[in-house]
């Protein structure tokens, strides 16, 4: 049976996000700015594509000692979470272009990194971005029996040492979405209805899928072997591309959630979330390393989780300027504002967290 959608507060007595929305507006207005993405977005697209594809083109094209071949297949899944940071996920937030065509052509990368657009416009876009951190709800608390991400999810002794060998299956992230969890997550949100924007008949949506997954499959595992590329490097370099792209991608997306100082609220008798939604963005969501220049390039902004959340169609290349707005605002609040100075302390910060819920639950 699925589980009734929790309904946010709505008694704001702060009016934070009527102000922070203000100030927000206000600073692209007075600096004459758009949203969208600019210049710096455009060159950076080439840049991420760049370092996804040319290695790949040299694997075809050159015969390489085998060392070699892995390294540049580990450049291509630096390349591949590149991408998936940087223009695929503001493109399917409608913040790459004020031009929806556009914004449709760089979300639809996400083809060529082994997803779909319908399945992460509904997991994220909808649920992710609605269901923040909330157990049944929010699908990136959700691994399985194997990580226990919530003190709210149910415990098994093995959870007791999930800070060690989290980090191992974290690299199947894109692995999977190739394999397995795109043909999951279709079947099960089209028989709940979901969709982010037009709803499109399920034939439509499952030819999408099939005729994508064969297209993708022919380009990174058929081509090459048709090439003379001997199966078994094949192989090998798909699955070393992937646990580079998905160890990069998993470690970025639970800094943001998956930490100390972030909360898994849920819903009291009434269904309802104790704040509003911008402010429970606020509890559930931290930024890191809000200094570091080749973090906030590389990581599409993803490190300025809490702007991206509360301003989620506003392109990442402007998270760095409304930070200190939204910091400024949320103190003159008394609300939270989680944030790690380094990349380190986050990680630090994540795998003591990990480890606090791998132990067993007190009895109350």
């Not at 009734?4 to 008694?11: E, G, M, R």
């Amino acid at each position: 049976m699925e589980i009734q959608a929790p309904v946010f507060s709505k008694n704001d007595n702060l009016k934070f996000f009527r102000t922070l929305n203000k100030r927000v507006n206000d600073y692209f207005k007075e600096n004459n700015l758009d949203k969208t993405g600019n210049w710096k977005l455009h060159v950076k697209t080439i840049v991420m594509f760049a370092l996804f594809l040319t290695p790949y083109f040299f694997l075809l094209a050159m015969d390489m000692p085998f060392w070699t071949y892995l390294l540049l297949n580990v450049v291509i899944g630096v390349g591949m979470a590149g991408v998936g940071m940087n223009v695929m996920h503001d493109g399917n937030h409608g913040a790459y272009s004020s031009k929806s065509w556009v914004n449709k052509v760089m979300g639809g990368s996400i083809y060529i990194l082994a997803g779909n657009v319908y399945n992460w416009q509904v997991q994220h876009n909808v649920l992710h971005h609605t269901y923040t951190n909330i157990l049944g709800h929010d699908e990136d608390l959700e691994a399985g029996r194997i990580l226990r991400f919530s003190k709210t999810a149910k415990w098994y002794s093995f959870h007791r040492f999930q800070h060690y060998y989290s980090v191992f299956l974290y690299g199947l992230l894109t692995f999977n979405w190739a394999i397995t969890t795109d043909f999951l997550q279709m079947k099960r949100y089209l028989k709940r209805n979901l969709s982010y924007g037009e709803f499109k008949k399920p034939v439509i949506r499952w030819t999408t899928l099939i005729i994508t997954k064969i297209i993708y499959f022919t380009i990174w595992l058929a081509l090459p072997m048709v090439l003379g590329i001997t199966w078994w490097k094949v192989l090998l370099g798909f699955i070393v591309m992937h646990y580079t792209a998905g160890l990069i991608l998993s470690v970025v997306f639970q800094l943001a959630h998956v930490v100390e100082d972030t909360v898994n609220p849920m819903p009291d008798d009434n269904g309802e979330i104790e704040n509003t939604w911008a402010i429970h963005q606020l509890f559930t969501t931290a930024n890191f390393a809000p200094k570091n220049w080749i973090i906030n390039y590389y990581t599409g902004g993803l490190n300025h989780q809490i702007e991206h959340h509360i301003f989620p169609n506003i392109s990442h290349v402007h998270y760095n300027k409304i930070a200190e707005i939204v910091k400024q605002t949320a103190a003159e609040c008394n609300l939270p504002y989680h944030e790690f100075k380094t990349t380190r302390a986050a990680i630090a910060s994540h795998f003591k967290h990990l480890r606090e819920l791998g132990r067993k639950p007190q009895l109350a």
